[in-house]
């Protein structure tokens, strides 16, 4: 490990000051204990509960209304989804992404939060031995796809952008977006004391929102795979899935807790901290293609990839001498739009600056990746000629996606070497001990963690177990 990254750790275990981004590597850092994780979610957690106005939330006046005002919350949002498909089965154009640049733009802001699904419900796996928590558990481990790849939220997740080529633009992405998923780690290493919070939180992520709905109708509709949006329509169901699953986990814990009002008061904050942080619907609401593209050029910038035609000029300066500083490439792409080399809402083949980049002949080809140049190109051709459907979503499609092969061909034994651990002992407490750390955010979606969920499945929940146990 790096000197630079061991000091910035040595910080956050001592509480030094921190961005949210250093935060979420502290807590899927697999080398760094439990221990050290639940006092920094303690400190975290207290502090963003600090921030929260009890007058300003949102939420049923008492316990026993949770359930109806949930539903009524659910058929709300369905209306309003039936009169969206009304307006545009009337001719409307799509409302959240007008082409496959800007649906790009969102699945990249929103990849924090998705890479770390489910991680607030982690700590419930330890009270397996308590009935109480058993719905709790339940859906964190149909987040963890009961151990298979192709239902496990994160690989989905990850298998999307990676079919995409969007898997590493989230290097672009300014920290706030990372401030949600800290929240969610933060839950999911927080120690028993903030109980209520974490069913609070869970209560109001399960709830079908509006956004979610449309998303999946407009992503399909552009040719992206929408399963993972599809997905939590469908396992979020209020009437058997993992919004009814929150509503029951809340009235039996509630029935158990001595302080009532105490009880009541945790789980609204709880609630509340769906709030923190920048929502989807945030994300939709300021699509900026532009900001997008800067963010592509300053990287190109940064890393001295733009060394190209020393003797082309744009405005008394070459290529590299705009890009020597990130911070001049605004006033390049100003340069261009002045001078006609790029054309807004036009063929984006009329813009000399696209050809450059595009044509095999051009001076800058090769410099944009594929992915890079879509974007580029919905920026430049504007609502009437950018892209309305993802040019390759036939071969996707028609692909077998690399989660039907995962197979690690570097492997340190650790996994042999924990199921001779398990099967050796006779003992389920001891097997369950054993397991529960490969369940967490850092592991579950990697072969150990895989293999660790459909064994503890197997152990307590068999009836929900497909674990082959000639792989036992």
């Given at each position: ?70 539903e009524n919350d659910n058929k709300q949002n369905c209306e309003l ?16 992404f007008k082409n496959v640049g800007q649906a790009f733009e969102f ?177 939709i609401k300021n699509l900026n293609l532009e900001d997008l593209v ?179």
């Open positions: 490990m790096p000197v630079v990254v061991k000091e910035r750790l040595l910080d956050l275990l001592q509480d030094n000051q921190q961005n949210y981004y250093e935060l979420f590597v502290f807590f899927l850092d697999p080398d760094i204990s439990s221990f050290e994780k639940e006092k920094k979610a303690r400190d975290f957690l207290n502090k963003e509960i600090d921030k929260i106005d009890q007058k300003k939330i949102d939420f049923p006046a008492t316990i026993n209304t949770v359930k109806e005002w949930c989804f039936q009169t969206y498909l009304n307006r545009r089965q009337n001719g409307g154009e799509r409302e959240y699945l990249i802001k929103v990849s924090p939060t998705k890479k770390v699904d489910g991680a607030w419900l982690y700590s419930s796996v330890h009270y397996w031995n308590d009935p109480v928590f058993h719905d709790l558990i339940i859906t964190y481990l149909e987040e963890l796809g009961l151990g298979e790849p192709k239902a496990n939220h994160v690989c989905i997740y990850d298998d999307l952008l990676r079919s995409l080529g969007l898997d590493s633009f989230d290097l672009l992405l300014e920290d706030e977006y990372y401030h949600n998923a800290v929240i969610q780690l933060a839950l999911g290493y927080a120690p028993p004391e903030f109980i209520p919070e974490i069913v609070g939180f869970n209560l109001g992520y399960e709830q079908l929102p509006l956004h979610l709905l449309i998303s999946n109708y407009e992503l399909a509709e552009l040719g992206i795979d929408s399963k993972y949006f599809n997905l939590h329509i469908t396992i979020d169901n209020i009437d058997n899935g993992h919004a009814d699953k929150a509503i029951k986990v809340i009235e039996n814990i509630y029935d158990k807790y001595r302080d009532k009002e105490l009880f009541f008061n945790k789980l609204k904050r709880g609630f509340a901290l769906n709030n923190h942080g920048v929502s989807s619907s945030k994300i800067l963010k592509i050029l300053k990287r190109k910038a940064l890393v001295g990839q733009l060394i190209h035609n020393e003797t082309r000029q744009f405005g008394c300066k070459t290529i590299n001498q705009w890009l020597s500083n990130p911070e001049d490439v605004n006033g390049l792409v100003t340069h261009l739009i002045d001078h006609k080399w790029i054309k807004f809402n036009t063929d984006p083949e009329q813009s000399v600056f696209w050809r450059m980049i595009n044509e095999e002949n051009g001076k800058m080809f090769g410099v944009f990746n594929p992915v890079e140049r879509q974007i580029i190109h919905d920026w430049i051709a504007g609502s009437d000629h950018s892209s309305n459907f993802l040019a390759y979503s036939r071969e996707l499609k028609n692909s077998q996606r690399i989660q039907d092969y995962l197979f690690s061909y570097i492997s340190d034994g650790e996994l042999d070497a924990l199921q001779e651990r398990v099967q050796k002992s006779h003992d389920l407490a001891i097997k369950i001990c054993k397991l529960t750390p490969f369940l967490a955010p850092d592991s579950h979606h990697k072969s150990i963690g895989l293999w660790s969920t459909r064994k503890y499945v197997e152990l307590l929940f068999p009836y929900l177990s497909s674990f082959n146990k000639t792989n036992s």
